[in-house]
């Protein structure tokens, strides 16, 4: 069965790493030295003992490659989405798209594709690329699937995949799973962004600490709801769990690359607004990560 991957960044390589295990898995990249670098060296991952696994992924720039897949995963940011939507929506409407964005706003942008299966994730695990064929698993967390539409036999192909290292989790409700990983992505991205700090940071300084619980419960008196999905100590586990990673935010300051504060952090702040809330700690936050990349872009 083949898998193709649009995007060996993080989590793109990450992910064909575990599926290279048992299945044929092809990323589509849009650097010549990339496609090189991966025919040449497979995609290497550093797991967490240290250790490197060396897997046979190939690489390809030609988008040509994804008619012959039983599942095309989408793994390219929210920010490269606008250039990629319109040759997703030549495809044919038989090919499942499996889209792993942090935020909020691909959702509604990939339902409006023609494929018949769309279906959504979240990725609760620390990645981090270290060059165009190596990526550092940089904490254990549970990828979650929602079938939002379609077929969903395709995505049983993670039950053959999963493992202690790559736990899968399939959930019902695919805007339910993003709102709830988007909140877990507002207290750490952001903060981690405009502090420097990797996750673990956020927790084993105590300042920090605090200002995340203090935001954790401003999120939580807008959305109380959300208290029986996420206490404060699952925010605590995440950042300990992935206490070693470069946030996906903190990797984009750090490149000097537009952010998905808007797709994340922006969207949040517009679902509290519709309900009369305000998050003034988030919104400082929010607009010290826009002014930062102002300052550098
Ligand atoms: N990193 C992490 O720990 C986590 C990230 N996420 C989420 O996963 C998503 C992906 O993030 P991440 O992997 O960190 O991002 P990266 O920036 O590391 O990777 C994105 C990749 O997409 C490639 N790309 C962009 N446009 C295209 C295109 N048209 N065709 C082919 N490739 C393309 C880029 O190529 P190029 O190198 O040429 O620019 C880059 O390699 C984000 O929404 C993020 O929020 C979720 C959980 C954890
Ligand atoms: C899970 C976490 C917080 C890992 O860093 C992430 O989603 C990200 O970096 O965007």
């Known amino acids: 069965m083949k898998i193709a991957v649009i995007g060996a960044g993080s989590v793109g390589m990450l992910l064909s790493t575990f599926l290279a295990d048992r299945l044929d898995v092809t990323c589509i990249v849009r650097r010549k030295a990339q496609e090189i670098a991966i025919g040449e060296h497979g995609i290497n991952r550093i797991n967490l003992d240290g250790t490197v696994t060396k897997t046979s992924v190939k690489a390809s720039r030609d988008y040509n490659e994804l008619e012959g897949a039983s599942l095309v995963i989408v793994a390219v940011k929210y920010t490269h989405l606008p250039l990629l939507l319109p040759k997703l929506a030549d495809l044919s409407v038989d090919i499942p798209l499996l889209f792993v964005q942090n935020g ?25 690329k270290e060059n165009d064929y190596t990526v550092i698993h940089r904490g254990i967390g549970v990828l979650k699937l929602a079938v939002e539409r ?37 207290f750490i991205n952001p903060m981690t962004t405009v502090l420097q700090v990797k996750n673990g940071g956020l927790v084993a300084n105590r300042h920090a600490k605090k200002l995340l619980e203090a935001l954790y419960e401003e999120c939580m008196d807008a959305f109380p709801e959300q208290r029986e999905n996420i206490a404060f100590s699952d925010v605590v586990s995440l950042c300990e769990k992935t206490a070693s990673n470069t946030s996906s935010m903190l990797q984009d300051r750090l490149m000097n690359r537009k952010t998905e504060v808007e797709s994340i952090v922006g969207a949040v702040i517009k679902k509290a607004e519709q309900r009369g809330r305000s998050l003034p700690i988030l919104n400082t936050f929010y607009h010290l990560v826009l002014a930062i990349e102002g300052e550098k872009t």
């Open 104 to 128: 909020l706003a691909h959702y509604e942008k990939a339902l409006q594709l023609p494929q018949k299966t769309i279906a959504f994730g979240s990725c609760q695990f620390g990645a981090q």
């Open 150 to 186: 379609g077929n969903a036999e395709i995505f049983q192909l993670f039950r053959e995949v999963e493992s202690p290292l790559f736990p899968v989790q399939f959930v019902e409700h695919a805007e339910n799973m993003l709102f709830e990983k988007a909140l877990y992505n507002c």
